[in-house]
C-alpha cells in the first residue's frame, strides 16, 4: 500500500530589503509611491501599498497592495521600506 505525503507548507519568498537597486530605477519607484502620497493625504483610512512593481527598461510602474506580489520577468519589487528609507 502506497501512502501520498502531505505536500509541504512552502512560504512565499520575502523581498530583499538589502537590494541595491539603479538608482534611476529607485527614484522612478519613489516618484510613483510619492505620488500616491499626495492624492491620497487621508491614506491612514485607506489600504496601504505594500510596495512599487516597477519594470526594469521602461520604469513604469504599479503600487502593490496584497501581501504576495506577481511579478513579471522584467519587473522589480521595491518595498514601500526601502522607498521610505532611502537617503536620496
Do not use: W
Amino acid at each position: 500500500m502506497f501512502t501520498i505525503a502531505p505536500p509541504k507548507a512552502t512560504s512565499m519568498p520575502q523581498p530583499d530589503s538589502t537590494r541595491l537597486y539603479d538608482p534611476a530605477l529607485l527614484r522612478a519607484a519613489k516618484d510613483i509611491y510619492s505620488f500616491y502620497c499626495q492624492i491620497n493625504p487621508d491614506r491612514e483610512r485607506r489600504r496601504q501599498p505594500i510596495g512599487v512593481a516597477i519594470d526594469k527598461l521602461s520604469h513604469r510602474g504599479k503600487l502593490i497592495f496584497s501581501s504576495y506580489p506577481i511579478l513579471l520577468p522584467e519587473e522589480n519589487f521595491i518595498s514601500v521600506e526601502q522607498l521610505e528609507n532611502d537617503p536620496h
